[in-house]
């Protein structure tokens, strides 16, 4: 029986209903502007603040630390400008790794290419960076560090923690030094405390939990000088110019109240739903490559290279289907050049052509595992026949 099943969360996810409803007043009745000292504007300046305790909590984080922004690309261009513009004369190198998000990656060779020193590390077979790379990479020139807590298309944890304590030790010795992280696709899905992190600076991405598209946040740890790159208004203490859009504000504080509460239960479901996918994955398909580190990883994301199988074509047949998956970053799509993240495994062609992204969320259900490997096997060896 044919049915519609959505696997591809890590792109984005539906808006749950609370976090809908939460929304509905700001868009009609709440309607002021937060930076208005009247009455309709103090009513959204204090839905503002709520949503900015929320959204903080998630994080275990303080309120006044928390920068709304457009999303996960702004507030990655934040840190990571903002940052190295407002500390220039304390060097002009960052460390980066070879498998972060475009957001940042695409950012630090245009960095490149204006005078920066990018030091651009590795990941190995296992998709993680080793700390001690991160470490030989540090010279007298460097000023930041920005590695991801876990990779959008294959899920493996970074060191996060152990480049904080790095960082904290460097600092302690009387070193400029600060460390970003993108937590956007960790963010709901694992624990993830800055505090525990020891960063400066974090990234989250409403749509990955829940909320609407075009809302996001950067945390800013106290002390952390940084260049506005909205040049506007004194919103967001004036970090970032621009008159907040409420409604999404309010919808994304909702929805990282509601993460929190409902941490354990989701991780522990989409553990099982991903560990259900890929038992029968491994049961019923010849010739398959589970791509990165299997143990230091998200719960939700299964990556996947069929061989003698092309990762479009398996796409596409899928999703005729019903069955929606990706071949990667959702920023990517359209880019014919096969993914960097899997080319970063030191995988060959064959590899990085067939790799596709399984990604589950709260509102998948067994049933959606088994509807889909009652396909793939099937698609799979046709397209494998095609060859």
């Given amino acids: 029986?044919?049915?519609?099943?959505?696997?591809?969360?890590?792109?984005?996810?539906p808006i749950d209903p609370e976090v809908l409803e939460s929304m509905l007043p700001y868009f009609t009745n709440n309607f002021g502007n937060p930076s208005?000292?009247?009455?309709?504007?103090?009513?959204?300046?204090?839905?503002?603040?709520?949503?900015?305790?929320?959204?903080?909590?998630?994080?275990?984080?303080?309120?006044?630390?928390?920068?709304?922004?457009?999303g996960g690309t702004e507030a990655n261009n934040l840190a990571i400008r903002g940052l190295l513009e407002a500390n220039k004369k304390y060097g002009n190198k960052v460390i980066t790794s070879a498998i972060e998000h475009p957001s940042v990656k695409s950012l630090c060779e245009t960095l490149e290419k204006n005078g920066y020193e990018v030091s651009c590390l590795p990941v190995y077979e296992d998709g993680i960076v080793k700390i001690e790379d991160v470490k030989n990479a540090i010279t007298e020139n460097t000023v930041l560090i920005s590695i991801m807590t876990a990779n959008n298309e294959i899920g493996t944890l970074q060191p996060v923690e152990e480049i904080g304590q790095l960082v904290k030790d460097l600092r302690a010795s009387g070193k400029k030094i600060w460390f970003h992280t993108d937590a956007v696709q960790a963010v709901g899905k694992i624990e993830v405390d800055v505090n525990k992190i020891g960063c400066d600076l974090l990234a989250i991405s409403a749509h990955k939990i829940y909320a609407p598209k075009g809302i996001g946040a950067l945390y800013v740890g106290k002390g952390v000088r940084l260049q506005s790159q909205n040049i506007g208004g004194h919103q967001e203490r004036e970090r970032r110019g621009g008159t907040e859009s409420v409604p999404l504000v309010v919808g994304f504080g909702k929805a990282s109240e509601l993460a929190l509460s409902r941490l354990l239960e989701q991780t522990t479901h989409l553990w099982e739903l991903r560990n259900r996918f890929e038992k029968g994955v491994s049961d019923t398909i010849p010739n398959v490559v589970f791509n990165g580190n299997r143990i230091k990883r998200l719960p939700n994301i299964s990556n996947v290279s069929f061989r003698q199988v092309e990762g479009e074509g398996l796409l596409i047949n899928l999703d005729l289907q019903g069955i929606a998956v990706s071949?990667?970053?959702?920023?990517?799509?359209?880019?014919?050049?096969?993914?960097?993240?899997?080319?970063?495994?030191?995988?060959?062609?064959?590899?990085?052509?067939?790799?596709?992204?399984?990604?589950?969320?709260?509102?998948?259900?067994?049933?959606?595992?088994d509807y889909l490997m009652g396909v793939l096997p099937k698609a799979v060896e046709n397209l494998r026949k095609l060859l």
């Fill in 327 to 369: 071949t990667g970053s959702a920023c990517s799509s359209g880019s014919l050049e096969l993914s960097p993240i899997i080319r970063a495994l030191g995988c060959n062609d064959e590899i990085a052509r067939g790799a596709i992204r399984f990604s589950f969320g709260k509102d998948n259900q067994r049933q959606d595992v």
């Fill in 1 to 13: 029986m044919f049915r519609r099943v959505y696997l591809d969360n890590s792109a984005t996810t």
């Fill in 36 to 70: 208005s000292i009247h009455f309709f504007g103090q009513e959204a300046r204090s839905a503002l603040d709520k949503a900015r305790h929320q959204v903080s909590a998630l994080i275990n984080a303080r309120p006044n630390e928390i920068t709304f922004t457009s």
